[in-house]
């Protein structure tokens, strides 16, 4: 608890006056991750998730039942991720709850977050932390450190957008006659030394800040973005969302490459400095790190790939040239804050750090920081991010087919071939009530008779297997004033079933049809 305690004091400077209840509760959601005692990996995962649910939460809620929404999200959430926490998490939802007037907004608000947990946690069904079966390199009978090593099974987790954790994989490191190897370990021996002469004090200091690697550190960098003037909740839940599922997706990519490599860290190059073949590297036997080295491979930086996509989600926000003002504190460093004007001063510093604790080599930092900002552009991009992003109207859900037609293909096997024709679906709101519905154009139409047809600009496979793409289109209205006339781009998202029909389309079908069952969620923006 003295741990949670500290963190609550040391990052409430950053939650400012313009906090909301996104930024609030993500502060809860880090202090009960912290002190669950979660290692990196799985606390990035935990928060990806909570995240996640309170974006799709705020999508889903009435206006007026937001708060709830969001509190009946991190709450579901959470109870599910940490269960022996769950009087602290009860304790504050309960709080949460008893600052909202009671009536069917604030109960629509938790239907809505708690059907978002339970969506989320479905869809993330695949997403299982195998069994740990890392054997240690050693002859027969030879003795090595019999410590457990960190996360080898996290390669083999469902990413969030990559293909595979393996999409971003760097190159291996600098062979150990190069000359990028001869300098990269003289830099991290002379500064990275427990009792180095070469690092300075405010090195020191600033590699003591960086050993925290939990959520909070990362996440008050968020809350100096989303905690500015003008910024609404729907928009925070976006940047929150986008930013966990990136720090997720990197950890994932980042693990995939280390134990890949499995390259030896400073402590273990510089007392062998004999073994390499480099006549430049000469060995230390007696020499220790500043920091202890983390139990896993040190190729590429865990920190630094991390920084890199926090980095690269916080650039794409914000946009290109315009000012930040990031902070953050860290319990490694006695709660000290350090600031910084720009991401690119960030990023920088993580990866010195490294260095100057002694666990790192500089072309680690270097690499970790390029996997980082692709996977933190490859979510931005998913996510829609940017100051002139189009604005969230509402989320609708549609449950429905999708028809297909047995048609003649010569050069089909069989000669045919099954073609798309069109969707037909009902569209709901978060309380189940149909609100319009969705047909061959493709058209939305609302109750109200107003309507779209929209055009198809980008795709992306589904994370499911047995699910049709998810979409993004641009929007026009023609129909009349109304719900729809102001939206101007649609995604369809979190998509089941509706591929092609299994069964055997030739010649003699030729005519006939099929209606696939699917569900998807239209998210309808508006410029």
Known sequence: MKTALFIAAAWAATAGAQADVVTDWNIRAGELIVEAKLGTPPANRAMALVQTAVHEAVVAAPAGGVDAAVAAANRAMLLKLLPAQQAAIDKAYQAALDALPEGPERSAGIAAGEQAAAAVLTRRAG?????????????????????????PQWPQRKPWAMSSAAQFRPGPPPALDSLQWTRDYEEVRLFGAKASAQRSAEQTEVARFWEYS???????????VANAPGRSVAQNARLFAAASQAMDD????????????????PVTAIRNGDADGNAQ????????????????????????VLAGALGSVLRAEVGPGRPLALSSASPSAGGATRRWADVEDLMREVGDARIWAGIHFRGSTEVGLAMGRQIGALLAERHALGPDAPRLLERLAARGVQIYECRADAAAPGGAQWVFVEPQAELFDAAGTVQGRHYAGPHWEAADGSKLVGRVESRSEAPAADA????????????????LAGVTRIERVNTSGGLAPQRRCDAAGIGSRDRVRYTADYLLYAS
């Not at 793409?469 to 009349?480: H, N």
């Open 250 to 265: 990197a950890l994932i990519a980042v693990f995939d490459a280390k134990y890949h490599y499995n390259f030896w860290r």
């Open 214 to 224: 939990l959520p909070p550190i990362y996440h008050a960098l968020l809350r100096s």
């Open 468 to 483: 049709i793409p998810w979409l993004r289109l641009s929007a026009r209205s023609v129909g009349a004033p109304g719900r």
């Open 281 to 304: 590297t000469p060995a230390e036997p007696g020499w220790n790190s500043l920091l202890d080295s983390p139990l896993h491979p040190e190729y590429p930086s865990a920190h630094s």
């Open 127 to 151: 997403d299982a932390i195998a069994a740990e079966r890392y054997r240690p390199h050693a002859a027969a009978g030879r003795y090595v450190p019999t410590a457990a090593v960190a996360a």
